[in-house]
């Protein structure tokens, strides 16, 4: 008799957890992601700001599930799931390989969303891949190397002031960093300007930063960033981003042009496009940003044997973090396992255990909100250590993050300042030449075709 076959999309924190809880369980599963790591998005700010290497936050799949006999890891970016016939089909360079599965679990998270605003990409990128933030790593670094020769000053100007759009954790977190930057790290390397005159702005529509955190950890979280020297703008909504600017509207309804070279978009989410096939092809509905409405025990109505989890996945009062997706991605594993062995099926919802929320502001300080419990300021940034450094998979990961920790904390350098022209520009330059480009190139022909983009 074959084995229970269940397929995972993705190797996120919902994909891998999944997979990691079924260890016991009398399946064979096959995990199937777009990407050959599994990455540690919470520190992607600190690729992109130099601090830490790409390797140290996104191990490899394979190795993470390596001694686990009944996984098998698939390279590949899914681009069709059948919920009638149970397949999922997805493509590697040319081949195209389909699956069939008896339970599927699609966890494939959520992308950057621009409110209808797409086009923003090109000037503004986001911050959900490796990808990302070796590309945002370039822009920064490149800014401060073009303004080294640049002998008109309002072009110097505008290539030093760094505007980061959204204010939630990410936003925080790579405001500080950029100041940081400009502040300590890049002191004394220039000798056409200095680094700290760069200006980093902050700007985001809602009346305080870190919306989720509450009122009291955003002032305090404002302040340190004022200190420090970012400029917060509130009450702003962006309406416009082009090479050379950002244009906002205040808090009094005027539109206000910052000139700006280098921008960060870290304002919204939104659900991978997979849920729109699921949603087209059973009677789930999506949530305004695209996420997957999914019943109480995280299945599509009529469809038991299909589980959304993670960031794709709406269920009201989970937010869109880490133990979201882990704690859905273990409630939805032992189903499977008591379904598989013939064991009774309890019929409790999920239920997500708020284990609290923390974000770094900069060197030695970070809040952290745990219940009613809240804190700021140095020991809150030892416990966010702590804990990030706990959940980064493998201990590789977690000796070479601890390393360039104590060189960048302790010290002022970081160690992690390569960039080069393919970040720059390598995704714009994959954008012009179309969609299934990829096997194309490595045949060394020239050229996409114009088949419309797939989202992944
Ligand atoms: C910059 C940033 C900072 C964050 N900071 C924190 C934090 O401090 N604390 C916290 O708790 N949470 C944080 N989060 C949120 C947290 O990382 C997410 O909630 C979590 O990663 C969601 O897990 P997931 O498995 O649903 O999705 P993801 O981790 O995004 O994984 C999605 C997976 O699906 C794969 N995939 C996508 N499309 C396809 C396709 N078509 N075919 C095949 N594979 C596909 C991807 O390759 C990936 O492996 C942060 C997120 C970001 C972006």
Redesign the pocket.
Same mark, same amino acid.
């Given at each position: 008799m074959p084995k229970h076959h269940v397929v995972i *999309? /993705?190797? $996120?924190? /919902? $994909? =891998?957890f999944a997979a990691k809880a079924l260890r016991r369980a009398d399946v064979e599963i096959t995990l199937?992601? %777009?990407?050959s790591h599994?990455?540690f @998005? #919470?520190l992607?700010?600190q690729v992109a700001t130099g601090i830490l290497s790409e390797g140290s936050i996104a191990p490899a799949t394979r190795e993470i599930l390596r001694k686990q006999d009944n996984v098998k890891v698939l390279h590949? =970016?899914?681009?069709g799931i059948d919920i009638e016939a149970r397949t999922v089909t997805?493509r590697m360079h040319d081949a195209q390989i389909t699956t069939s599965y008896d339970s599927l679990i699609v966890? +494939?998270? +959520?992308g950057q969303s621009y409110f209808g605003n797409d086009h923003f990409s090109t000037f503004a990128p986001g911050? %959900?891949s490796i990808d990302d933030a070796l590309e945002l790593r370039a822009r920064i670094f490149w800014a401060f190397e073009r303004a080294e020769r640049e002998t008109d000053p309002e072009r110097q100007r505008r290539l030093l002031t760094f505007v980061v759009v959204g204010a939630g #954790?990410?936003g925080v977190e790579m405001a500080g960093q950029i100041r940081e930057l400009a502040s300590i790290t890049l002191r004394n390397q220039f000798k056409m300007f200095d680094p700290d005159s760069a200006r980093v702005i902050l700007i985001d529509g809602s009346s305080q930063v870190l919306p989720p955190f509450g009122e009291y950890l955003g002032r305090k979280t404002q302040e340190s960033l004022e200190r420090s020297g970012v400029e917060v703008f509130l009450n702003s909504i962006v309406t416009d981003l082009n090479g050379r600017s950002v244009t906002y509207k205040n808090a009094d309804g005027e539109l206000v042009t910052i000139d700006s070279t280098c921008k960060v978009w870290?304002a919204g989410v939104q659900g991978?496009? =997979?849920g729109k096939s699921l949603a087209e092809q059973t009677d789930a509905e999506l949530d305004r940003a695209g996420r997957v409405i999914v019943l109480p025990d995280m299945t599509l109505p009529g469809h038991p044997e299909v589980t959304v *989890?993670?960031? =794709?996945a709406f269920v009201p009062g989970v937010p869109?973090? +880490? @133990? $979201? +997706?882990i704690q859905e991605a273990r409630y939805v594993a032992a189903r499977i396992a008591d379904r598989v062995a013939g064991r009774p099926l309890s019929d409790q919802p999920f239920k997500y255990h708020d284990k609290g929320?923390?974000?770094t502001i900069s060197k030695f300080s970070a809040v952290v909100k745990v219940g009613k419990v809240q804190f700021t300021g140095f020991f809150a940034w030892v416990a966010w250590l702590g804990l990030h450094l706990l959940y980064i998979a493998g201990f590789k990961g977690r000796v070479t993050t601890l390393l360039h920790w104590v060189l960048s904390f302790i010290g002022r350098g970081r160690s992690e300042r390569v960039t080069t022209n393919q970040q720059l520009v390598g995704r714009l330059a994959l954008e012009s030449l179309g969609q299934n480009v990829t096997a194309k190139l490595l045949r060394g022909e020239k050229g996409g075709t114009n088949e419309p983009r797939i989202e992944?």
């Open positions: *999309i /993705g190797s $996120g924190f /919902g $994909g =891998l199937i992601a %777009k990407t599994h990455l @998005q #919470p992607l700010y590949g =970016l899914v681009t997805h966890a +494939a998270g +959520a911050m %959900k #954790p990410t870290a991978n496009v =997979l *989890i993670g960031d =794709l869109g973090v +880490a @133990q $979201g +997706a929320s923390m974000a992944g």
